[in-house]
């Protein structure tokens, strides 16, 4: 079972173009994550959130947390966004994170 | 930066060996996390350890055994490692103390290939 799903898998989109990749999860949740891994690279925290919404930059983290649903929003698209973004929360109780399979973003200039 | 290094970082080995995979982390953090990262399953948790002899297994334990002798390390080891367990291995922290209030930071990653 997968507690956390991503949609899409891959996306492909222009430079300049705004994106969005999405997130949903079926457990009650204290904090939702978004990841970034460049390819062959480590593992790098976008944002964590628990409502609300959270901004750095061109990136946009949203969450509703009665639909058990975030989105990442990346405006102005850069060949440097191509990376894999992962989602994960943590449950309410336990000590665990579950992970996305993660998304695979390529941005062509 | 949580300061969190793993070593070693590349490893080639043959099957029935056993391999010692260590994570270091310089700021006293208390849950440390080892993951494996395969294709089409995304991070999956190995053991993760909440303090000082204190861990536990996650969902892919089998094969693997860990030690938290002091704060500072995390060891992953394979006590015979197969050809199944030919990964990338990241290692995680949750700052602040709690996964409910901590913010993630992963090490580099070590890529095991057995052979």
């Known amino acids: 079972k997968n507690e956390v799903e991503q949609s899409p898998q891959n996306l492909t989109a222009q430079e300049g173009e705004f994106i969005t990749i999405n997130c949903s999860y079926s457990?009650?949740?204290?904090?939702l994550h978004w990841l970034q891994q460049h390819p062959g690279g480590g593992i790098v925290s976008l944002f964590m959130?628990?409502?609300g919404k959270k901004k750095h930059g061109r990136l946009i983290a949203t969450i509703n947390i009665q639909e058990k649903h975030s989105s990442l929003h990346i405006t102005a698209s850069h060949p440097r966004d191509s990376a894999v973004y992962i989602c994960?929360?943590?449950?309410?109780?336990?000590?665990?994170?579950?992970f996305g399979t993660g998304t695979s973003l390529t941005v062509i200039p | 930066d949580a300061g969190i290094t793993q070593s070693p970082r590349h490893k080639v080995t043959e099957t029935g060996t056993p391999v010692t995979l260590r994570c270091h982390q310089t700021?006293?953090?208390?849950?440390m996390y080892w993951y494996r990262q395969d294709p089409g399953h995304g991070l999956r948790l190995i053991h993760y350890?909440?303090?000082?002899?204190?861990?536990d297994k996650g969902e892919v334990s089998d094969g693997y055994s860990v030690s938290r002798s002091k704060t500072e390390d995390f060891l992953l080891t394979l006590e015979s490692a197969t050809s199944s367990q030919t990964s990338v291995y990241f290692c995680?922290?949750?700052?602040?103390?709690?996964?409910?209030?901590?913010?993630?930071?992963f090490g580099e990653g070590s890529r095991l290939t057995v052979l």
């Open positions: 995680a922290i949750s700052e602040n103390g709690t996964p409910n209030t901590g913010e993630l930071f």
């Open positions: 457990v009650g949740i204290s904090a």
């Open positions: 959130l628990s409502s």
């Open positions: 994960a929360v943590t449950g309410y109780t336990g000590n665990q994170f579950y």
């Open positions: 700021e006293n953090h208390r849950y």
């Open positions: 350890s909440y303090g000082v002899k204190d861990t």
